[in-house]
Each structure stands twice: as C-alpha cells, then as structure tokens.
C-alpha cells in the first residue's frame, strides 16, 4: 500500500484534465424552437399585412425618401439598376436571388446553430427576433412604398417584367405580402444577421467570406427597385441595436464547435448565451 500523501495546494498547482461536456451548452428543446419559430413567423408576415393599406401616406414618405437621399448625396439606386438591365439573365437572377434566397438562407442559418452551436442558435434567434420586431414596428408608423412604385424614379420593377415576384402587379390589393413595408430592409437585416452569426460561431479562415451574403443581398435589394439605399442603412442600425443589447456567448471548448475533449482546468468552460 502506497502510503504518499499528495503535498497540500498541489491540485492548484497541477494541470487537472477533465472531459468536457456538450451538455454545458444544453440545446433547447427541438419542438418548443419548432413552434417558437413558427410562431415568430407568423407574427411577421400578420405584422407585415396589418400594416398594409396605407397607400396615400406610404407614397408621401417614398418622395421624403427619395429626395433625402438625393440631399444627401446617395448613389442613385438606377446606377445598380442600369447593370442588370443589360441583360434578361441578370434581372432574372436578382429576381430569384431576392425571391428564393431570403427565408432559405436564414432557416439554413438557424438550423446549422441548433444543430453545432446550441449557444450560438438561442443568441441569433433572439436578436433576429428583436430586429424583426422593432422592424415590424416601423412598418406600422412609417408605410413606405419601394422606389420601383414611385412615380418619378425612372425605375423598372424587374419582377413584374422579367419575372419571377412575389408582388401583386396592383399593390393596393396584394394580400400576401405587404409592398408598403420597404423600411427598414428585413432582406437585409436578416443576411447582415447570417453573416455575422456564422463569422462568430464558425472557426474557418474562409468565414469572412459570408459578408458577401449581405453584400449581394444589397445589390439585389436596390438594384430590383425593392429598396432604398436608406432602407439598409435602417435594417443595420436595428441590428446593430440588438447586437449591443443582447451579448454574444463567450467562447468555450463546446461553443467554439470543438467536440468534446479534454482540456486544461485554468480554460474558459461555459459562459451559455441561455435560454
């Protein structure tokens, strides 16, 4: 029988190993971020149609628009414009990219969180959830119609000419989608979102590239006569926003996506975004 006694205060002093748990960063319940979701959809396209109808007051604010960025020296949205109108193809494109991409792309987003960065997924989902609210608010205070509907602008509405849309061509009527809702910019906000979301929780070099994901997001938005300039700029301060206001979990063995290993006792473990 081995009768040494380990000297006082060496545990501290030694580098204790123990296996980190993907627990520490518990994933939430998968039905109840189902419905959750679901349910955030849904007030957002109710939201979108209640404030639907303000045609004479969206149409005054789409000229306050319009000349504010003329005073303020913005690009004319038909400079974007004028590229992809050397071709079919390119309005097409934009067209489908606006289309397809924008819900896609940030479902893809949430349900890559959920599944490899649990910590991450309830981060981005509150803050998505935040600027979609404050968004949703200023659709109801501030109708506004998209540049592509102002008389004036000498733009062209791609969708309706080269296709596809998801517009009515008699936007006083649509009943699917509210087309007096162009400020602020959720197509933008919501792939500025993606972008930085994934440049926090991913660990490649290469993950700088998802800028290009808001960037083409914003062509598109402009350049198909959808937004303003100054419709961006909104989305991003919301964002912004929300970013100050709710914190990015702190880097961890399991929120920085290592699976699980054995690490040093002095390391950062767990500091969860919760729930």
Do not use: C
């Amino acid at each position: 029988m081995d009768g040494r006694t380990e000297p006082a205060g060496s545990e501290s002093e030694a580098v204790i190993r123990r296996r980190a748990s993907p627990d520490d960063t518990a994933r939430p319940p998968l039905v109840r971020e189902l419905l959750l979701v679901v349910g955030l959809f849904l007030v957002y396209k109710s939201g979108r149609l209640l404030a639907n109808g303000h045609t004479g007051e969206a149409f005054r604010n789409a000229q306050r628009v319009w000349d504010g960025e003329r005073a303020l020296r913005l690009p004319d949205e038909g400079t974007v414009q004028s590229v992809l109108l050397h071709g079919d193809g390119l309005a097409q494109l934009a067209n489908s990219y606006y289309a397809l991409v924008h819900f896609p792309a940030t479902a893809a987003f949430l349900v890559w969180l959920y599944l490899r960065r649990p910590a991450h997924y309830v981060w981005a989902r509150r803050v998505l959830a935040a600027v979609t609210g404050a968004a949703l608010l200023v659709h109801l205070v501030f109708p506004l119609a998209p540049p592509r509907l102002l008389d004036g602008s000498g733009l062209v509405d791609t969708g309706q000419v080269y296709g596809p849309t998801v517009y009515s061509a008699t936007p006083a009527t649509d009943s699917l989608a509210n087309q007096f809702a162009a400020m602020p910019s959720l197509h933008f906000g919501w792939a500025l979102m993606v972008a930085v979301g994934l440049i926090a929780a991913a660990r490649s070099p290469w993950r700088w590239l998802w800028l290009l994901h808001p960037l083409v997001t914003l062509l598109v938005i402009v350049g198909t006569a959808n937004h303003y300039w100054l419709d961006a700029v909104g989305a991003a301060a919301l964002l912004g926003l929300a970013l100050a206001a709710i914190h990015l979990p702190h880097r961890t063995a399991t929120t920085a996506g290592r699976t699980p290993e054995l690490v040093r006792a002095d390391e950062p473990v767990l500091v969860g975004a919760g729930r």
